[in-house]
């Protein structure tokens, strides 16, 4: 059966999900009875426990099973990833976005193995076996607005010509953004000046510029915003940053009427609340290496 769902998109779980598919509408692995699809959610969950889903740098999903206390098992949803080549099923994975919201699909997957991880923490907060499943993405996410590459990658890859080695490293740029990107889903939900969860209509943005960042820098996800395009100019160039706190701070060098012009409204943020530990170093680097510095070196540069 074809995917009825767009990567990036949101869904409203019963309505639009179960309403459509089937399967059990509550619990991290759905496994519709009719059709030949397994639904599995990634979100927090399992963080307030002391684990959670997450991207290796070879860009695989590790994905923990089902099973609240006790060691998890294969059987149910578990066993229906395992045996899913065998059975004929497609996992599709979705990404939950907070209680009573809806859900973003982040695509379709294969599962290439599983492995049992010690020592996980059950709903109790007792130490047992978990099992967790290392899935590959199919489906690509080029076209989708998140996913057109940076001005800073782009240059990157401009800059190294049309060889055969040149070649390569436009690949491991590509790979590179891609895992960043992944990885930044899962610590920003949408963009903090429009609201904007839907992934089609975003972009990745490195808080430390690409250019300048470490290997280790590029991929990390903690590096990183989501941004409606317009707001992306705005960071990108120096007009706004953030505080720690998730506050805006916007240039006194802005001209008001942009970002009316933009339909921004640039004295309100939305409600995402404080940034994480891991981003707060990144923040406070583009405060002072890129809010308002990088404005003077623009207006300073010749025409």
Request: hydrophobic content about 35%.
């Amino acid at each position: 059966m074809d995917v009825p769902f767009q990567v990036g998109a949101l869904y409203n779980r019963q309505k639009q999900i179960h309403a459509l598919l089937g399967g059990q509408r509550q619990g991290g692995i759905s496994t519709p009875k009719d059709k030949p699809v397994i639904i599995a959610f990634t979100g927090d969950a399992g963080a307030s426990h002391g684990y959670r889903d997450f991207w290796d740098d070879d860009g695989i999903f590790h994905y923990y099973g089902e099973g609240q206390i006790g060691d998890m098992r294969h059987r149910g949803g578990n066993r229906a990833i395992e045996q899913h080549i065998k059975d004929g099923r497609k996992p599709l994975v979705f990404q939950m976005m907070g209680e009573g919201r809806q859900y973003r699909y982040l695509g379709q997957f294969v599962s290439l193995s599983s492995y049992v991880q010690p020592n996980t923490p059950d709903t109790k907060g007792d130490p047992r076996n978990a099992i967790v499943f290392r899935l590959q993405p199919i489906d690509t996410h080029d076209g989708a607005g998140l996913f057109g590459y940076e001005r800073t990658a782009a240059g990157d890859e401009a800059s190294v010509g049309a060889s055969g080695t040149a070649q390569n490293r436009v690949v491991q740029v590509r790979t590179k953004q891609r895992l960043f990107r992944e990885r930044l889903i899962s610590v920003e939900r949408g963009c903090r000046l429009t609201g904007i969860e839907d992934l089609r209509f975003l972009r990745a943005n490195h808080i430390k510029p690409w250019a300048i960042s470490e290997d280790s820098e590029r991929v990390d996800g903690q590096n990183g915003l989501l941004l409606a395009p317009n707001a992306d100019l705005l960071f990108d160039r120096g007009w706004i940053s953030f505080e720690d706190c998730g506050k805006l701070m916007i240039s006194s060098k802005l001209p008001p009427e942009v970002g009316t012009a933009l339909g921004l409204n640039l004295r309100r943020v939305r409600g995402y609340g404080a940034f994480e530990d891991g981003q707060r170093g990144y923040l406070a680097f583009h405060r002072e290496r890129v809010f308002e510095p990088l404005i003077d070196k623009i207006v300073a540069s010749p025409l």
